[in-house]
């Protein structure tokens, strides 16, 4: 696994793009999307005061089975027998109950299979983030240093590398094309229902991407944007960033009754829109998908 020396500094965290400006940029989208936000405001000053080494690319499929055959950690998904999501080129969402556009949960799915084909330099995806705290902890007993999730502080600052737009490599959603595995003409192709959020171009990828296969960042970081959606170690709290600390925030504590992990980035099936560099989405610590994968932190 290779990693980048990411500096200590300071950013602005989140956004506060105005509903206009967004339904300006995203026209295919209905208007009551750009009013479900609010978590991503008020953008705030965050320090980051130590540095960190940040995976260069998102764990892959290769990597992932090498931790399972030299710890014995059985993924979730097969160990709760349940299974995970997966594509299948005759499913019809309009027959799952919420529209799902892959079928699951079934036991055939998982981290090993979701449906299409994937080589050992694809991203590991259909795990949980309690799987990728398991990465994370094996290695670090390992190898005798610390390995961790970022903290999703973290992986905006890292994401961003220095920006302020919408994406790593400017505003328009169409710039995406030089560095991200996102929903594209060759996707759209597949779920055709969803053409109109689709962007343009082909990129080649109707479904996972090897890791850096696009340009990366400017920070050296690749597939921030795209490809997998990362698990970062936060709880997710919708007002969390009125009240974040300045420095290093790890997000708020658990929340009575449960509580929700945030995953960031989008994936090689989100429509740019939500593959923002501030956008935040989150599930229970035990989802797993056909677009959730990781990348991991280790510390310097
Ligand atoms: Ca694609
Ligand atoms: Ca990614």
Redesign the pocket.
Same mark, same amino acid.
């Given at each position: 696994m290779r990693f980048v020396r990411i500096p200590a500094g300071e950013f602005l965290m989140g956004s506060e793009e105005s509903p206009e400006a967004l339904a300006a940029a995203f026209p295919a989208l209905p208007r009551e999307r750009f009013l479900k936000l609010t978590d991503e405001g008020p953008v705030h000053r965050v320090r980051i005061t130590k540095p960190f080494l940040m995976g260069r690319h998102?764990v892959t499929v290769g990597q992932f089975r090498r931790f399972l055959q030299a710890s014995g950690y059985v993924p979730e998904s097969i160990a709760d027998g349940t299974g995970g999501y997966g594509w299948r080129k005759d499913y019809d969402p309009a027959t799952s109950p919420r529209g799902d556009a892959f079928e699951g949960r079934l036991p055939r799915y998982s981290w090993a299979d979701p449906g299409f084909a994937q080589t050992d330099d694809h991203?590991v995806v259909n795990i949980t983030w309690n799987d990728a705290v398991a990465l994370a902890e094996w290695l670090s007993k390992t190898e005798g240093r610390r390995y961790r999730l970022p903290t999703e502080a973290e992986w905006e600052y890292a994401c961003r590398a220095g920006t302020r737009t919408r994406y790593a490599s400017g505003d328009d959603p169409r710039s995406l094309a030089r560095i991200a595995n996102v929903f594209d003409a060759d996707s759209a192709a597949l779920w055709p229902r969803w053409q109109a959020m689709a962007l343009p171009h082909h990129d080649g990828h109707a479904f996972t991407a090897p890791v850096g296969s696009f340009a990366p960042n400017a920070w050296g970081l690749y597939?921030?944007? $795209?490809?997998?959606?990362?698990w970062v170690a936060d709880w997710h709290g919708e007002d969390y960033y009125a009240q974040s600390p300045l420095d290093d925030p790890q997000g708020p504590p658990k929340p009575a009754g449960g509580g929700v992990k945030v995953r960031r $980035?989008?994936?090689w099936h989100t429509w740019a829109f939500y593959a923002r560099s501030s956008f935040r989405n989150w599930n229970a610590p035990d989802t797993r998908y056909t677009l959730v994968?990781m990348?991991l932190v280790r510390e310097d």
């Open positions: 998102e991203p597939d921030m944007h $795209g490809n997998a959606w990362e $980035g989008g994936s994968g990348r």
